[in-house]
């Protein structure tokens, strides 16, 4: 009986450990979904939700893998922090469900598992019923120096992510030597098909709104393409903070449903405009998203969906310069 139950313990305890893991590594492939909800729920700056990110997605998996080597630390230092940590997570999924309502992705486990408020809490009670047996009835492993190790283990584990997915520095590539003027012809070419064509507040060709003047920022985006879809959502969450910012996203294709581009990017409040996909390919050469900063038709600038920074494309739409 002794040994069935410690064959279960220790069960237990990978089971515990690998789903720490698991909603760790959901979150970090990419990591910018992530960071993009801690902007958007808890309306946090871009830089501090960068940080917030990395290091939660390294103290979750930090003690996911040490779950799984049954490395508990001194009393059990481990398993207290995943306890409080899930205990934390479970007061902000009270209080998103509370704002935001249940019918939303909590993003507890990125977007490979869509989860509402209301399941992921009843998630985090059972894993706190785990981690509690695992604390009355699991001493874990103990050796010479274990509680050294542990240590050296979890600080090494969260700052792990800082490593692998370094911060942008948030500034766009700028082409002083090499600003070239912007072709516009392929924005005369847009997907004929009025449902989807362009968006509430169309741009250049279809628009009283000339690109060739004035500060504005043109991504063009595949509705296929994740990336692209990061992208849009960041533009997104952007816009609502700050209406004023002259931005256009140019959704390449043809006649096709943009219903899940949307939900996944909830990005409808961004200038938008359908392109055909041959005119779309032949812009970008195949490479997306490809974003450019135009002023007064000359690409004096290009972005990644990383290093797009609010506060920067505010002070230069608005004659800021470099």
């Given amino acids: 009986m002794q040994l069935v139950k410690k064959i279960l313990l220790i069960l237990l305890s990978v089971l515990t450990g690998a789903t720490f893991l698991y909603s760790a590594w959901t979150k970090v492939l990419p990591i910018q979904p992530f960071e993009y909800t801690i902007v958007e729920y808890l309306h946090l700056p871009w830089v501090a939700a960068a940080v917030l990110a990395r290091g939660l997605t390294g103290l979750e998996a930090t003690l996911g893998g040490l779950m799984v080597l049954h490395l508990y630390g001194s009393h059990k230092a481990v398993l207290k922090i995943a306890a409080a940590l899930l205990a934390v997570f479970s007061i902000y999924l009270v209080w998103l ?24 809490l009843i998630k985090n009670g059972v894993m706190l019923l785990m981690i509690a047996a695992l604390w009355v009835f699991h001493d874990g492993w103990h050796f010479r120096r274990s509680g050294l190790l542990t240590g050296i283990l979890f600080a090494a584990g969260v700052a792990l992510p800082f490593i692998l997915y370094p911060m942008a ?127 007064d038709g000359m690409v004096v600038a290009n972005s990644t969906y990383n290093t797009m920074n609010q506060s920067e494309i505010s002070a230069w739409a608005h004659g800021g310069n470099k």
């Fill in 97 to 120: 469900w509370a704002v935001a309502g249940n019918d939303i992705n909590c993003g507890c486990f990125g977007d490979e598992i869509w989860m509402r408020p209301s399941v992921s």
């Fill in 169 to 295: 520095v948030g500034e766009p590539t700028w082409l002083k030597k090499d600003v070239y003027r912007f072709d516009p012809t392929p924005l005369y070419h847009p997907v004929q098909d009025d449902s989807v064509a362009t968006g509430p507040l169309p741009y250049p060709a279809v628009a009283p709104v000339d690109v060739m003047k004035g500060r504005h920022i043109v991504a063009f985006l595949s509705p296929t393409c994740p990336h692209c879809s990061i992208a849009a959502r960041k533009m997104s969450l952007m816009r609502r903070a700050d209406t004023t910012l002259p931005l256009l996203m140019v959704i390449g294709g043809v006649k096709s449903d943009l219903t899940e581009f949307w939900k996944e990017t909830k990005a409808q409040n961004v200038p938008w405009m359908r392109l055909h996909r041959d005119a779309f390919l032949d812009y970008t050469g195949g490479r997306f998203p490809t974003i450019v900063w135009i002023q």
